[in-house]
């Protein structure tokens, strides 16, 4: 039996665990929340909502295509919903061992079932954030075409490749903490550098294509294309995306591998 058919195994024997852990990390998260879990959109609709205010007067004239009176709201609304989801996966992954410390040191149970955990919950407050911007789009008056099935295989491409980014980083911080002080700066300056805010026709050509070597850009361009456009994604970025997946979870798992023992000792 090869090491991916006993690491698919031992994730299906453990199905239970990881889904309950996933509830109790949901709950315990708004537990004695009057709200519950509209926090874990609020941050990004607040977000949509200052800049839409700001910049849709000025950015309104650069959407063609987008067949509404509220193109930069509903743009704008596109890119967050990828870039939230890539960055809670990189955000929970970098403390992930840090903070399950203890139970990594009282309990014993296959320890990359935390990665799982992380996984989930991180896709589930995505799909609430999809359909409350779902809801926004029809207030709108902007109704999805077929093209959103398409964020069924971004969303878990997404996902994954934001994981294995997560895992590294998640390993390092164990052992040196400035990677948990480092990780969110580089994660603001990428969000400066993706197209989310704005697009990438403001930019001077010549430049451009520094924007495009930000492994995100083809991502949320991608969330672009299926939720405001409602266009397939590029077949070529999704390939690239799978590819660039693959490489970050094998450095991610590997890393892993080498130094899981060593991280308890230092936890």
């Given at each position: ?180 002080q480092v990780v969110p700066i580089i994660l603001q300056l990428l969000f400066w550098l993706t ?56 450095i991610g798992l590997t890393l892993y591998r080498k130094a899981h023992n060593q991280i308890v000792?230092?936890?």
């Amino acid at each position: 039996m090869t090491r991916l058919q006993l690491k698919t195994q031992q994730i299906w024997q453990n199905r239970f665990f990881i889904l309950t852990a996933i509830k109790m990390d949901f709950k315990s998260r708004f537990s004695r929340s009057l709200f519950g879990s509209v926090w874990a959109i609020l941050n990004p609709l607040v977000m949509v909502a200052i800049y839409a205010f700001i910049l849709s007067k000025i950015m309104q004239a650069k959407l063609p295509g987008i067949e509404s009176s509220y193109a930069y709201p509903i743009y704008l609304i596109s890119g967050i919903i990828g870039w939230t989801l890539f960055t809670e996966v990189i955000s929970r992954s970098l403390m992930v061992f840090i903070e399950n410390g203890h139970y990594l040191k009282k309990l014993s149970f296959p320890r990359s079932n935390l990665i799982f955990i992380v996984l989930g919950a991180s896709l589930i407050n995505s799909g609430i954030f999809i359909l409350v911007s779902i809801a926004i789009f029809l207030i709108l008056n902007f109704y999805p075409s077929s093209s959103l099935l398409w964020l069924i295989p971004l969303e878990i491409l997404t996902a994954l490749f934001a994981l294995g980014i997560g895992i590294s980083c998640g390993v390092l911080n164990v052992f040196l903490r400035d990677i948990g002080q480092v990780v969110p700066i580089i994660l603001q300056l990428l969000f400066w550098l993706t197209p989310i805010v704005y697009t990438i026709n403001i930019i001077p050509q010549d430049v451009q294509y520094l924007l495009e070597l930000n492994p995100v850009f083809d991502i949320i361009n991608m969330y672009h294309d299926v939720l405001a456009y409602q266009t397939a994604p590029s077949m070529q970025s999704m390939a690239k995306l799978a590819l660039i997946t693959l490489i970050a979870n094998i450095i991610g798992l590997t890393l892993y591998r080498k130094a899981h023992n060593q991280i308890v000792e230092e936890l």
